[in-house]
C-alpha cells in the first residue's frame, strides 16, 4: 500500500459570523459572548462543563484533588496531548497560562482571569503532569469557573510569540497562526 502525501494550503480562510465583533483570539483578554464561543472551538482548558449541563468534567486535567481545607487544588493533566503549534501541553504550560493573569503581568483587558485567579497565591508544577494551585481562602467556585472560556489554555510559545492576529474583512475575520499558516 502506498501512502499519499497530503499538501495542506498555505492559507485557510474561516468565516465565522456573529452579531459582535471578535477583537482576541486569545481567551484572557476575551469579554464579549461571540469571542467565548469561538474560543471554545480552537482552545481548551483543564475542565469544562458537560453538555448541556453546569456539571463539570475533565478536559485537559484528567483528574483532580482538593486538600481537605480547600487551599490546594492538584490537578493530573493528560499526556500525549500537543498545541496547535507542536509543542507539548504539560503543567509549564498551564503555569504560564495562569500566571500571565497575575499581578505583575496581568494586563488591565484580562479581566476574567482577575475574578478566578484573584484568589490564587500560588501556582506550582509538582512534576511535568501534574500542577498545584494554592488559593489564599477557600473559594468553591474554583473549579466551575476553571470551565469558562476565559480560562482556556495555550501554548507558552503562541503567547510568547504574540502572533495571533485578527484582521477585519468585510465578510468575517481571517486568522493569522503562528504555527506557520500564514
Known amino acids: 500500500m502506498v501512502s499519499e502525501q497530503i499538501t495542506l494550503p498555505e492559507e485557510y480562510d474561516i468565516t465565522y459570523v ?35 449541563s453546569t456539571e463539570v468534567e475533565p478536559c485537559l486535567a484528567i483528574s483532580w484533588e482538593v486538600s481537605p481545607d480547600g487551599l490546594s487544588w492538584t490537578f493530573t493533566l493528560r499526556q500525549g496531548v500537543l498545541f ?11 503555569k504560564f497560562s495562569v500566571e500571565r493573569q497575575l499581578q505583575p503581568l496581568k494586563r488591565d483587558n484580562m479581566t476574567y482571569g482577575s475574578f478566578t485567579f484573584g484568589v490564587v497565591k500560588a501556582v506550582d508544577v509538582i512534576d511535568d503532569y501534574t500542577v498545584k494551585f494554592t488559593l489564599n481562602s477557600p473559594y468553591a467556585p474554583f473549579l466551575r469557573n476553571l470551565a469558562m472560556p476565559g480560562l482556556l489554555l495555550l501554548s507558552v510559545l503562541l503567547l510568547l ?22
Request: overall charge negative.
Open 18 to 52: 456573529t452579531e459582535e465583533t471578535i477583537k482576541t483570539l486569545d481567551p484572557a483578554e476575551a469579554n464579549n459572548l461571540s469571542e467565548a464561543k469561538a474560543l471554545v472551538n480552537i482552545f481548551e482548558g483543564l475542565v469544562r462543563f458537560k453538555p448541556n
Open 84 to 94: 496547535h503549534d507542536n509543542t507539548p501541553f504539560n503543567a509549564e504550560a498551564v
Open 161 to 182: 510569540a504574540s502572533r495571533v492576529i485578527i484582521f477585519i474583512k468585510s465578510c468575517g475575520y481571517r486568522c493569522i497562526f503562528p504555527w506557520g499558516l500564514e
